[in-house]
């Protein structure tokens, strides 16, 4: 398979290189250059399998002539094997048609897992293969960093450097990275705020000569691997509940647009998705763009849900891409004008095909609280403050009523206690294989905000074996 970008001015790659490349060079991002699709008998074959065997049948196109099928299995095997249920992404019945799946039995307790997990894995395995190693850095305010790094610990090929600002992320999120004592792992926290974390990495992947020498890489939610592991456990929902014979939809709680759009990707390779709900909190620029057309910043607005606190969903620029039939030269008119405005207008024609199969809608923390209370008292089930977003959309969805949704549980409520707490009265505990995290050694180092002394911190963490 090969890779273009959606601004059309970068070389088309194979999946390794997309793999370790991230962004494109032309700043785009990249999408398979032709999509497989699944015929219904070979979508019926499905039924059956398990996790790890139907994400290596629903990937194996895509790293075509860069891993053998033996190799694809095997990885597959070895990212959801671990999980602590044996369904890996169990479905639960809410209602009548009302079903929600449950994305948090990972090492992390979010879904970020699902794709992290394999694309730790991907990234040790076709850096062995080159003969190279990368230095991981990336910036967290909370549970990316987790996942990034329990996908990355123990991986010969790379090393890890994650950012969080001290004091300001929770308990249990710290101590999720923190407690990871891997020889290959490194947590430090930056006297700063999340914005700072950032910035200081930015200072460190603008310096050439620094990331030509540390071989700098970025495992973020653009990175296309993210994407094609995701599109998974949308055909595993799928088929379970009667693909290709019967149509189904799904509600996703979105930041950032990557889950939702491996949701469309599934579409595309031929599961029979009615209609995409897109979920969000306050920060309702998605909502305002599929109501209007027009995508417009605002501030960010810090709400219970905060992996989905953003100002710019950047896995959009796929949709994008692909609406406007191809065309990369319009979508990189359309991003400058968004970068230099703060504003875009999607030209009608794509807008309508989006509106054919995408509609959003928004709750503020009020809202939020009240949804996970009803969802409790009607049914028992308790949610975390962004999963109870992805319900409370479906049960506001056009999306036709005789036809089966999924809400998609995005983090498990341990993650997000004082939410939780406050909305159903009852504190929920960390799982079983969870339980001792307050009693584990923490390992952490902290440095001032001031790019220099991370640059020389991460030359010696890095330079470690060679020395
Ligand atoms: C990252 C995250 C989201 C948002 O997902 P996107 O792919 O960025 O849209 C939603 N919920 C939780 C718990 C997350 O960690």
Not at 208 to 229: G, P, Q
Not at 433 to 452: C, I, P, Q, W, Y
Request: net charge neutral; proline share 4%.
């Amino acid at each position: 398979m090969k890779y273009v970008s959606t601004r059309g001015a970068a070389p088309v790659l194979d999946f390794d290189d997309v793999l370790l490349a991230g962004l494109a060079r032309d700043g785009g991002l990249y999408l398979p250059q032709s999509w497989p699709v699944f015929s219904a008998a070979e979508i019926r074959a499905m039924r059956g399998l398990s996790y790890a065997e139907l994400a290596a049948r629903v990937m194996r196109p895509f790293v075509e002539g860069c891993l053998s099928d033996a190799e694809l299995t095997r990885l597959c095997a070895e990212s959801y094997g671990a999980f602590s249920h044996p369904a890996v992404a169990p479905l639960k019945q809410l209602g009548h048609n009302q079903w929600v799946m449950e994305l948090f039995h990972g090492p992390t307790l979010a879904f970020k897992d699902y794709a992290l997990q394999l694309v730790g894995r991907l990234f040790d395995h076709v850096l062995k293969k080159k003969g190279q190693k990368v230095t991981i850095v990336g910036a967290t305010s909370g549970d990316t960093g987790s996942a990034a790094i329990e996908a990355c610990r123990d991986r010969a090929a790379v090393d890890i450097v994650i950012l969080h600002p001290f004091g300001r992320v929770s308990e249990v999120q710290r101590r999720q990275m923190t407690t990871v004592l891997s020889a290959n792992v490194r947590n430090v926290a930056v006297d700063g705020t999340f914005d700072d974390c950032q910035d200081l990495v930015k200072a460190l992947f603008n310096d050439a000569a620094f990331r030509d020498e540390m071989n700098l890489s970025a495992v973020n939610s653009i990175n296309w691997a993210r994407v094609m592991a995701q599109i998974v456990y949308y055909f595993a929902a799928g088929v379970a509940l009667g693909a290709p014979d019967v149509p189904m939809s799904f509600s996703v709680p979105t930041g950032n647009f990557g889950n939702v759009f491996a949701g469309y990707a599934a579409r595309l390779m031929g599961l029979p998705v009615d209609r995409l709900v897109v979920g969000s909190n306050t920060n309702d620029i998605l909502t305002r763009f599929f109501e209007g057309g027009i995508m417009k910043t605002d501030g960010v607005v810090p709400t219970l849900s905060p992996s989905m606190d953003i100002q710019v969903s950047s896995n959009f620029e796929r949709l994008m891409f692909l609406s406007l039939g191809g065309d990369g030269a319009a979508v990189a008119k359309l991003m400058d004008d968004f970068r230099k405005n703060g504003a875009m207008v999607m030209p009608q024609g794509a807008w309508n095909a989006m509106r054919e199969v995408f509609e959003a809608y928004c709750f503020d923390d009020e809202a939020t609280l009240a949804a996970m209370r009803s969802l409790k008292r009607s049914t028992g089930e308790t949610l975390d403050p962004h999963s109870v977003i992805g319900v409370a959309a479906a049960l506001k969805a056009h999306a036709a009523k005789d036809c089966a949704m999924v809400a998609l549980a995005t983090a498990h409520p341990a993650k997000f206690p004082d939410a939780v707490e406050k909305a159903t009265g009852v504190r929920p505990g960390l799982p079983p294989h969870m339980a001792d995290l307050f009693s584990r050694t923490e390992r952490l180092d902290r440095l001032g905000n001031d790019a220099e002394a991370l640059k020389g911190y991460v030359r010696t963490f890095a330079g470690r074996t060679s020395a």
